[in-house]
């Protein structure tokens, strides 16, 4: 049986009823209880021309801070932060800096309708993605990363939401880091970049992070899911209506999504107004574009991408299938994991769908663990055969099927619905632990595993009826973090002639 908890991962019980306990990310990105944050902060950290926002709501965009933030003095630059709730702001002068944050403490400031928090950066600059960021380069052409992508991202997608900002060129979508595209306008493309950067395509997900490409002009061979250029003269003409004013870019969900999979109709999607970081009247109607789905793309077949993510740069003593499912099973559901034995520290993991490659891939390609890097891409396989089985080091098998287990998150639509993706982060969060456990036991469970001990503890208050506890743990790094949920998410332990297990991480 599976119970689940509003807001958090289900609580899984094992067919005998032994409780599991579950680590994840916190939710913020910033420990709510743990880290005491407080008007001092701002005389610990030498003054910097870039400053940290912090507080910021779910719809901000670049722009909304632009707007709040100007009056301070000229801006060079924005990061935004979204799943943190956070940016930092680059001004001009350092005279600039010191208004805004003097400005925060002695009364609120307001962005996008909600109070935000400044404090001096630690960085005298943000640091550019790209060297064609500066904005007196007059780059046309945008980057754009979609971060959480739990919907299809295509062409039609990304000119829905980026057409009405400036008329589009050509958009060439693909996945090297994640989903990425890049946006050609046929002039500079600031005021997009302003408008849609830290946007939700759709409420709760598919978050924008954009910045300026490399390249100045964008070289599109075909038109299809992947590319388009729509200065061809025989593209369909898109017609366009009315509709009403959501948050989000393109709504709660495609409106062609359902239980059963995407339909085959057209669906309506509210457009943003040319100006999106003006607060406009609650009475202002947003367009809506009406465009006919694909016949053959990834909607239907997922022909153009695969269910396979290939994972190398795995610490071969430490690494096995388990703690890879550990890992990859907070993006998606995993159905089977090989080892490659032809390729020392490299393993094939089969995932329920490919926009659960898609996730694992945006948040975990790239992270250290056990002092090794991993790349995680899209396989050109599209299924994981159970061939040339063989002993790891540590004497596990080098193939795993997962499809029957019940630690996966995603089994059903309702259950998928209640996971809150998240990249790795210092802070887990922890459910599902019988209250007798004590937080020095939990500690010498890290000691005994070998991986690294938390530096702050903290349990919430529970009902004197609940047989479970849940906290929160904080670590000196990400990478720590990481690591104690690779090795002991799922774990189970012996309690008082019990047993209870630990799950995952946000």
């Given at each position: 049986a599976c119970r689940s908890v509003s807001g958090s991962p289900a609580f899984?019980?094992?067919?005998?009823?032994?409780?599991?306990?579950?680590?994840?990310?916190?939710?913020?990105g910033v420990p709510p209880s743990l880290l005491q944050d407080n008007g001092e902060d701002a005389h610990r950290i030498a003054p910097s021309p870039v400053v940290h926002v912090r507080g910021l709501c779910e719809s901000v965009v670049e722009g909304d801070l632009v707007e709040a933030l100007e009056k301070f003095g000229n801006i060079c630059y924005v990061m935004m932060m979204p799943f943190k709730r956070q940016a930092l702001v680059e001004f001009e002068a350092m005279e600039s800096a010191d208004q805004c944050?003097?400005?925060?403490?002695?009364?609120?400031?307001?962005?996008?309708?909600?109070?935000?928090?400044?404090n001096y950066s630690t960085s005298k600059r943000i640091t550019r993605p790209t060297n064609a960021d500066d904005p007196s380069s007059g780059n046309k052409v945008l980057l754009l990363s979609i971060q959480n992508p739990l919907y299809p991202i295509t062409t039609?997608?990304?000119?829905?939401?980026?057409?009405?900002?400036?008329?589009?060129?050509?958009?060439?979508?693909?996945?090297r880091n994640g989903i990425q595209a890049m946006v050609e306008y046929p002039f500079w493309s600031q005021k997009a970049k302003s408008a849609l950067n830290g946007a939700d395509i759709y409420a709760?997900?598919?978050?924008?992070?954009?910045?300026?490409?490399?390249?100045t002009r964008l070289n599109v061979l075909r038109n299809?899911?992947?590319?388009?250029?729509?200065?061809?003269?025989?593209?369909?003409?898109?017609?366009?209506?009315?509709?009403?004013?959501?948050?989000?870019i393109l709504g709660e969900h495609p409106s062609s999504y359902s239980d059963n999979g995407y339909g085959s109709h057209c669906p309506l999607l509210p457009l943003p107004s040319n100006n999106r970081y003006k607060r406009s009247s609650p009475h202002d109607a947003q367009e809506v574009v009406a465009y006919p789905l694909p016949q053959t793309s990834s909607y239907m077949g997922h022909a153009s991408s695969s269910s396979v993510a290939m994972v190398s740069g795995l610490h071969p003593a430490k690494m096995n299938c388990t703690r890879i499912f550990n890992l990859f099973c907070?993006?998606?559901?995993?159905?089977?994991?090989?080892?490659?034995?032809?390729?020392?520290?490299?393993?094939?993991?089969?995932?329920?769908?490919?926009y659960a490659v898609d996730r694992a891939i945006t948040h975990l390609n790239s992270i250290k663990v056990f002092s090794?890097?991993?790349?995680?891409?899209?396989?050109?396989?599209?299924?994981?055969?159970?061939?040339?089985?063989?002993?790891?080091?540590?004497?596990?098998?080098?193939?795993?099927?997962?499809?029957?287990?019940?630690?996966?998150?995603?089994?059903?639509?309702?259950?998928?619905?209640?996971?809150?993706i998240q990249p790795p982060a210092a802070v887990l969060h922890f459910y599902n632990v019988p209250p007798c456990i004590t937080e020095d036991e939990l500690q010498r469970l890290c000691t005994e595993h070998d991986v690294p001990g938390f530096?702050?503890?903290?349990?919430?208050?529970?009902?004197?009826?609940?047989?479970?506890?849940?906290?929160?743990?904080?670590?000196?790094?990400?990478?720590?973090?990481?690591?104690?949920?690779?090795?002991l998410n799922h774990h189970q332990i012996r309690i008082p002639s019990k047993y209870c297990v630990l799950l995952q991480r946000e």
């Open positions: 899984l019980w094992y067919p005998c009823g032994i409780p599991h306990l579950t680590f994840q990310p916190n939710l913020t944050v003097t400005c925060g403490v002695n009364e609120a400031v307001y962005i996008a309708g909600q109070q935000a928090f400044f039609d997608v990304l000119y829905t939401v980026c057409n009405p900002i400036g008329n589009v060129l050509r958009i060439v979508i693909f996945k709760g997900c598919c978050t924008l992070k954009i910045e300026y490409a490399r390249p299809d899911n992947d590319s388009w250029d729509y200065t061809k003269p025989f593209l369909v003409r898109r017609e366009r209506g009315k509709g009403r004013q959501r948050q989000a907070l993006y998606g559901n995993i159905e089977k994991v090989k080892f490659m034995k032809s390729v020392p520290g490299t393993a094939l993991v089969e995932m329920g769908d490919e090794k890097r991993l790349n995680v891409c899209v396989s050109k396989q599209h299924a994981v055969i159970p061939s040339q089985v063989f002993e790891l080091e540590d004497g596990s098998s080098s193939y795993k099927d997962f499809a029957m287990t019940r630690n996966n998150r995603f089994s059903s639509v309702g259950q998928a619905s209640k996971n809150i530096i702050k503890f903290k349990v919430f208050d529970a009902k004197p009826s609940s047989k479970t506890i849940s906290g929160l743990f904080e670590f000196d790094n990400k990478t720590h973090a990481v690591e104690v949920l690779t090795v």
